[in-house]
T-cell receptor, first 113, second 114 residues
Framework: GNSVTQMEGPVTLSEEAFLTINCTYT??????LFWYVQYPGEGLQLLLK?????DKGSNKGFEATYRKETTSFHLEKGSVQVSDSAVYFC????????????FGKGTKLSVKP | DTGVSQDPRHKITKRGQNVTFRCDPI?????LYWYRQTLGQGPEFLTY????????KSRLLSNRFSAERPKGSFSTLEIQRTEQGDSAMYLC????????????FGQGTRLTVV
């Protein structure tokens, strides 16, 4: 079946540190891959996505590359800010609709000044 | 347009009571999804509608749960005879039909069953 595994948190970094949050997936077929972010007190927001192998999604300084050979979609940012503190969810899409999602458990990121 | 709206934001109920949540999607979004998120977990898919038709239901959706979208606009999720295990955040999302359009999530309804 389809599943998503992401590194457990919490992750605590100092401002301007490099961030990596690992995500691997198991899927039949060729899903689209997503990173969603949930800021405190807010709803889930799409951060970035990639729809096919070798695609790179990017937004707000975050990047992730769809790696079919390693079934991975790791999230990276070169220099985190305090405002990046949030919970990050990796997800894959199955079926034809981008709302049919399977999520990982989430990784809480705390960035200290 | 202010995005996906869910009501109420918080609900505390006694075990055994029925509860109903409402979701208003972004206008012109014809797909609507319900998810459940328990503490420390990612959201889990419950069901989705295209217009008024309920096209898919997860096995998580026991017979105590029912969702409707009678006019293809807002949707309701009802839980009958609530149990403590139903305590969770219930999320609604909406999207358009085209596959490459993204889903927008509401802020959720947090249910606590005491």
């Amino acid at each position: 079946g389809n599943s998503v595994t992401q590194m457990e948190g919490p992750v605590t970094l100092s401002e301007e540190a490099f961030l990596t949050i690992n995500c691997t997936y198991t899927a039949t077929g060729y899903p689209s891959l997503f990173w969603y972010v949930q800021y405190p007190g807010e709803g889930l927001q799409l951060l970035l996505k990639a729809t096919k192998a070798d695609d790179k999604g990017s937004n707000k300084g975050f990047e992730a590359t769809y790696r079919k050979e390693t079934t991975s979609f790791h999230l990276e940012k070169g220099s985190v800010q305090v405002s990046d503190s949030a919970v990050y969810f990796c997800a894959l899409n199955y079926g034809g609709s981008q709302g049919n999602l399977i999520f990982g458990k989430g990784t809480k990121l705390s960035v200290k000044p | 347009d202010t995005g996906v709206s869910q009501d109420p934001r918080h609900k505390i109920t006694k075990r055994g009571q029925n509860v109903t949540f409402r979701c208003d999607p972004i206008s012109e979004h014809n797909r609507l999804y319900w998810y459940r998120q328990t503490l420390g977990q990612g959201p889990e898919f419950l069901t989705y509608f295209q217009n008024e038709a309920q096209l898919e239901k997860s096995r998580l959706l026991s017979n105590r749960f029912s969702a409707e979208r009678p006019k293809g606009s807002f949707s309701t999720l009802e839980i009958q005879r609530t149990e403590q295990g139903d305590s969770a955040m219930y999320l609604c999302a909406s999207s358009v039909t085209q596959g490459r359009e993204k889903a927008f999530f509401g802020q959720g309804t947090r249910l606590t069953v005491v």
